[in-house]
């Protein structure tokens, strides 16, 4: 599997959270995706660049356009160095929620693309990276 | 500071989202909404999210909230023009909409309102 391209951008305050949208939905027309898998991933990063955003104090979001033999597909890879999550299979259940929302970002984002992996400790942060195939 | 705007049309209030809305913008429409309700009276609310190209949790709870707050305030709201890829990922993330009235355009909303607000105005007449 090669990376085609990249590009980190950091993610601050609640106005970034539009502009990762755009920037994620740029990356997935580029990738070739369908209306219905752009929805799915831009909604995907809109989730998760919130969480970055509440929950992580602030990070980066870094996009890779990725080609293995025969497929093509979008990675993004969000990185706080916030508090950090003590217990994810408690985070990613729905309707858990610490921030006053619905409890579905983690778990919603998770249902929308193809492979989620979260790595995350009290302390040290947390990265969750997620990736949808074309 | 930057808002949606809210126009009035007889009994019911219009809003058009046409801007990626980020989350202050869409919490002040929430409180300018439930505002307006009360001070226009009004017992309609049709909210136009055919420019909205994703609604994610944020955004839908708001949607779920506003139709709560106007029921309160003997209001009934409904949302039209989802984009068939938005309904689908909506789904996909959890969100159902429940207590949300939907119709594909404005006009089916409209004809919604406008026979939710006609049967009110018959049962008042009813001598019971």
């Not at chain 1, 998770?110 to 989620?116: C, D, I, S």
Request: aromatic share 2%; charged share 25%; proline share 2%.
């Amino acid at each position: 599997m090669a990376v085609l391209r990249h590009e980190t951008r950091q993610v601050r305050a609640g106005e970034d959270v539009v502009s990762v949208r755009q920037l994620v939905r740029e990356w997935a027309v580029a990738v070739g995706f369908s209306l219905v898998d752009q929805t799915k991933i831009v909604t995907a990063a809109s989730e998760l660049a919130r969480n970055q955003v509440i929950h992580g104090g602030g990070g980066t979001l870094r996009l890779e356009a990725l080609n293995d033999e025969h497929r093509r597909g979008l990675r993004l890879i969000f990185e706080d160095h916030g508090p950090g999550i003590a217990d994810i299979a408690q985070a990613l259940r729905d309707g858990y929620s610490t921030g006053g929302g619905l409890g579905l970002g983690l778990g919603g984002a998770k249902r929308l693309v193809n492979e989620f992996e979260i790595d995350s400790r009290p302390g040290a942060g947390t990265r969750v990276a997620v990736t949808r195939w074309k | 500071m930057e808002r949606i705007p809210i126009l009035k049309m007889g009994e019911c209030l219009l809003v058009s989202i046409q801007v990626d809305m980020h989350d202050r913008l869409a919490m002040t429409l929430q409180d300018d909404l439930t505002t307006r309700i009360a001070e226009t009276r009004a017992h309609g609310v049709l909210i136009d999210i055919s420019a909205l190209e994703i609604v994610d949790s944020f955004i839908g709870r708001m949607l779920g909230n506003i139709a709560s707050m106007a029921r309160v305030l003997d209001a009934q709201t409904v949302v039209v023009g989802m984009r068939p890829a938005v309904a689908i990922t909506l789904v996909e993330l959890g969100l159902s909409l429940p207590g949300v009235s939907t119709a594909l355009d404005v006009e089916k909303g409209m004809d919604l309102i406008q026979s939710a607000l006609a049967s009110r105005k018959g049962n008042g007449r009813s001598p019971t």
